[in-house]
C-alpha cells in the first residue's frame, strides 16, 4: 500500500498557509517543476532568483496534470484546492521541518565535500536498504538551499534513515543547510580545489565552509572525515570545535577507522578488501577507480557505527552501476565507448576520470580519446589548473584531444601536436565535430563543469 506523504490539514499546518478550495485530499509527493508533474503531487509554485521563472504561471498546467493541490503566494484563479502562503521557499523549508520532525529517524546522514558527493551518497542509501532500513536519500543532486528542504519535504513519515546531500558554492551557506537535516552523521568525503575563486582565503576557506556541516549537530554526533586527504587534521580540529567528541575516518591510512586493504582494479569494476573497524570485509564494485572504492568504505563506516550488518551493506553495494553524467558507460554509434563525465568537472575529478580512462582498452583500430570542457570556479589559478592536466591525460594514454572553452584552449596548447584534435569556444561547436572524428573502437571520455555544458556532446555522440 502506497504510503501517504501529506494531506491538507498537515500542509496548512506546517506552513501556516491558508486553505482555498477541496480540503479532502492526500498527496504522495511535492514537486517544484510543472514538467514533472504526476497524479496525486503538491505543486509548488517557486519564483526564480533575479526575475527568473515565476511557478505561478504554471499552476493550471501542473492542475491539469493531476496535482490535488498548489501552494501559492498569491491566490490563482480556477484551482480547485490551494493552500496561500507569505512566500513559497519560506513554505517549503517549513515542510522540510515539519516532515523531518515527525519522521521516526534513527539516523540523519549529512554528506558534503568537493567531490564525490552524489557517489557517496547513493552508496550509503544503498548500504542501509540492503540491511533492512527504510531510507529517503536526497533527489538527484539536489543538495543547495532549494534542494535540501525539497529532499526533506518529500521524506515519508516512517523513515528510517534520512541520506542528504549538502553542496556550496560559497561560505555560510551550509550552516542553514546542517541546522535543517540536523545529522548524527555527517560524512565529508574529500577537501579540494572546487569553487575556490569564491574564498578569498583559498583552499582553507574550503574547509571551514565543508566543516560548517558540523554546525547542525550535537555533541553526541558523528564525523566521518577522508584520512588520505591533506586537510584531515583542520577537519579534525574544526569537528571538535563544533563540539562533536565522536570522529571516525576513512581511507588508506593504517590509522584509517575503515582501511582499505587491497583493490584491484579493471576496466569493469573494483574488487575491494576491507577492514571496517576491526571487521574484513570483501566485495565488488561495478563502478571502476580506486577513488571510489575509497568513497564506498565511508558508507560501510556509516553503517557499521549505526548498528548495522556491514557483511549486508558490502553485498549491497555490488548492485550500484554508474550514474549518468558520472561514469555511466554506454556503446554509441559503430562500437563507439562513450564514459559519460558530462555532469561535473575538478582537477582531482579530472585524475580520477583519465585513470578509469586509462583501464578501458580500445578496439581494434580505436582510440582514447578525451573530450573536455572548462572546470569552472578556480579563480586565479584556472590557467595553471587546466596546464597541469597534460601530463595526467598524456600518462592514461590519450590519443586526441577536443575541448572548448578559454581555460581548456591553455590545456590544449600544453599537448603535443600529435594529439590535439580540435579546440572551440563552446560545446556546441565540438558537439558538430566530435561525432564525425570518431571510427569503430574508440573509447571516449566526455567530461566539463555542468556550466560548460559538455551533456551538448554526449547527446550528439548518442544521436549517431
Not at 106 to 116: D, H, L, M, R
Not at 308 to 322: F, H, R, S, T
Request: charged share 20%; aromatic share 4%.
Amino acid at each position: 500500500m502506497t504510503e501517504i506523504l501529506w494531506n491538507a490539514a498537515e500542509v496548512v499546518k506546517a506552513t501556516g498557509g491558508r486553505l482555498v478550495g477541496d480540503d479532502n485530499w492526500q498527496a504522495l509527493r511535492v514537486t517544484m517543476d510543472s514538467r514533472e508533474v504526476q497524479s496525486g503531487d503538491i505543486f509548488i509554485a517557486m519564483i526564480g532568483e533575479e526575475g527568473g521563472l515565476d511557478g505561478h504561471d504554471y499552476v493550471a498546467q501542473a492542475m491539469e496534470k493531476g496535482a490535488v493541490c498548489a501552494i501559492v503566494s498569491r491566490e490563482v484563479d480556477d484551482v480547485s484546492s490551494q493552500i496561500i502562503v507569505k512566500d513559497t521557499f519560506e513554505a517549503l523549508q517549513e515542510l522540510g521541518q515539519f516532515a523531518r520532525g515527525r519522521a521516526s529517524i534513527e539516523k540523519a546522514i549529512a554528506i558534503t565535500g568537493s567531490v564525490g558527493k552524489t557517489g557517496v551518497r547513493n552508496m550509503v542509501d544503498m548500504a542501509f536498504a540492503g540491511c533492512g532500513y527504510r531510507t529517503h536519500a536526497s533527489i538527484k543532486s539536489y543538495n543547495n538551499h532549494v534542494g535540501v528542504p525539497y529532499t526533506l519535504a518529500n521524506m515519508k513519515a516512517s523513515t528510517d534513515v534520512s541520506i542528504s546531500e549538502v553542496g556550496m558554492n560559497n561560505p555560510d551557506e551550509i550552516t542553514p543547510l546542517s541546522k535543517q537535516v540536523h545529522p548524527d552523521i555527517a560524512i565529508i568525503t574529500w577537501i579540494a580545489d572546487v569553487h575556490v575563486e569564491n574564498f578569498d582565503d583559498g583552499i582553507n576557506g574550503i574547509v571551514n565552509a565543508k566543516s560548517e556541516i558540523f554546525d547542525g549537530m550535537t555533541s553526541e554526533g558523528i564525523a566521518i572525515l577522508p584520512r588520505d586527504n591533506d586537510h584531515y587534521a583542520s577537519l579534525v580540529a574544526n569537528a571538535k570545535t563544533a563540539g562533536l567528541n565522536n570522529i571516525y575516518s576513512f581511507g588508506e591510512h593504517d590509522h584509517a577507522d575503515a582501511r582499505l586493504t587491497d583493490c584491484l582494479l579493471a576496466a569493469n569494476g573494483t574488487r575491494v578488501s576491507a577492514n571496517i573497524i576491526g571487521e574484513d570485509v570483501s566485495y565488488t564494485l561495478q563502478i571502476a577507480g580506486k577513488h571510489i572504492a575509497i568513497n564506498s568504505l565511508s558508507s560501510l563506516l556509516t553503517v557499521k557505527l549505526s548498528g548495522g550488518d556491514v557483511q549486508k551493506a558490502a553485498k549491497a553495494l555490488e548492485k550500484i552501476e554508474p550514474i549518468a553524467g558520472r561514469g555511466k558507460r554506454e556503446v554509441v554509434g559503430d562500437n563507439v565507448t562513450l564514459i559519460d563525465e558530462s555532469y561535473n568537472a575538478s582537477p582531482v575529478a579530472m585524475n580520477a576520470s583519465f585513470r578509469v580512462m586509462a583501464m578501458v582498452d580500445p578496439g581494434r583500430g580505436g582510440r582514447r580519446i578525451a573530450v573536455l570542457g572548462d572546470m569552472l570556479e578556480l579563480g586565479n589559478r584556472a590557467r595553471e589548473m587546466h596546464e597541469g592536466l597534460a601530463m595526467p591525460l598524456q600518462a592514461a594514454g590519450v590519443d586526441l584531444l577536443y575541448c572548448c572553452g578559454k581555460n581548456m584552449k591553455a590545456l590544449y596548447d600544453k599537448m603535443p601536436p600529435a594529439n590535439q584534435g580540435a579546440h572551440t569556444q563552446t560545446s556546441d561547436e565540438l558537439a558538430k565535430i566530435v561525432p564525425d572524428a570518431l571510427t569503430p573502437g574508440d573509447v571516449v571520455l566526455v567530461k566539463g563543469s555542468l556550466g560548460s555544458k559538455m551533456k551538448t556532446v554526449v547527446e550528439a555522440m548518442r544521436a549517431m
